[in-house]
């Protein structure tokens, strides 16, 4: 006996009356297949016209095929590359798999969950969220507009996943040793202007400071913006500094707003960080930032498919 077509497989398909179980299954199932075709096709597509990633040079010959891309040779400096030479994806293997994987990133599927949706193994499904991730998230606003909110959210610093601490081990979901903030805490700044566009920068161990608001702020803060923040001394003193006018909130005095002046969109990204967050049972601090990056792809909902995750991955870094 012969098997049966797809045609023949689809049509008794379309006959079953299926359950929300049965659609679930179908969902994970279509979201987890790709043709390794498509994802080549995408990583060329976004890569034409591009310089040799290692001199600049423009002026290159095709030099065959490797791991399904086109290689290409330099005419100024004879060094080989394909489209993902000097981009975060490069030397990664499965091409077949990235789609489906990207598609468990939009979905902030859990490494062990991506790694059952994707059938990878675990330790592959960790390394590709660092690699994928870092890629998409460069898709960032260059400068900010208008009306801008900064506040810094602080998470207690973790050392998840190293094999070395460089202190006393903490007990599950740990306390800080000391009452504030300090030392122990990593601070992730935002900053988001009215039109929803938001950056955020890791700005490493405690309070920030004016300098480190300034290193962050400064070059993505065009001279005629209006900065809103918490009644820190640190922002009065960036924005007297850098020549910007700034409004301060003051929250510890229980202001919430003066009208137009509040910092309510800025805390509203920090509490939805903080509650997508939870899924994961807490991020070493190295990451954190990518954490964070991930979470302003998807709340940008610029990129909403693994089709547009993957161009922007794919850009050099
Ligand atoms: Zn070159």
């Not at 979201?31 to 075709?37: E, S």
């Not at 910092?263 to 899924?279: C, E, P």
């Amino acid at each position: 006996m012969r098997d049966p077509t797809f045609d023949e497989l689809f049509s008794l398909l379309l006959a079953v009356e299926l359950s929300a179980d049965t659609v679930v299954r179908l969902r994970e199932w279509i979201a987890g297949i790709a043709h390794p075709v498509e994802c080549i096709a995408l990583i060329e597509q976004t890569a034409v016209g591009r310089p040799c990633p290692h001199c600049g040079c423009a002026r290159k010959h095709r030099c065959g095929q490797a791991s399904g891309l086109q290689r290409f040779r330099c005419l100024r400096c004879g060094r080989s590359h394909n489209a993902l030479t000097g981009t975060s994806l490069a030397r990664l293997r499965k091409k077949e798999c990235w789609l489906p994987y990207l598609q468990c990133v939009l979905e902030s599927r859990t490494v062990r969950d991506t790694a059952r949706v994707v059938k990878v193994h675990r330790t592959t499904s960790f390394r590709w969220r660092h690699r994928f991730v870092p890629g998409a998230m460069r898709d960032r606003p260059a400068t900010l507009a208008a009306i801008v909110e900064a506040d810094e959210t602080y998470r207690l610093e973790s050392q998840k996943g190293s094999r070395r601490l460089t202190r006393r081990p903490r007990k599950r979901g740990g306390v800080a040793t000391r009452r504030g903030i300090n030392r122990e805490h990593d601070c992730l700044l935002v900053a988001r202007d009215r039109s929803g566009q938001t950056l955020d920068f890791h700005t490493g161990r405690g309070q920030v400071t004016t300098g480190q608001l300034h290193e962050c702020l400064k070059p993505v803060l065009p001279a005629d913006v209006l900065l809103i923040s918490d009644g820190a001394w640190s922002y009065r003193h960036f924005a007297a500094r850098a020549g910007i006018t700034h409004e301060a909130v003051n929250v510890q005095a229980g202001e919430r707003a003066r009208g137009a002046i509040h910092i309510q969109n800025v805390n509203g990204w920090h509490s939805r960080f903080k509650s997508w967050l939870v899924r994961f049972r807490g991020v070493a601090s190295r990451y954190l930032i990518h954490y964070s990056g991930w979470q302003r792809v998807l709340d940008a909902h610029r990129l909403t498919t693994p089709a547009h995750l993957l161009c922007a991955a794919v850009q050099p870094g």
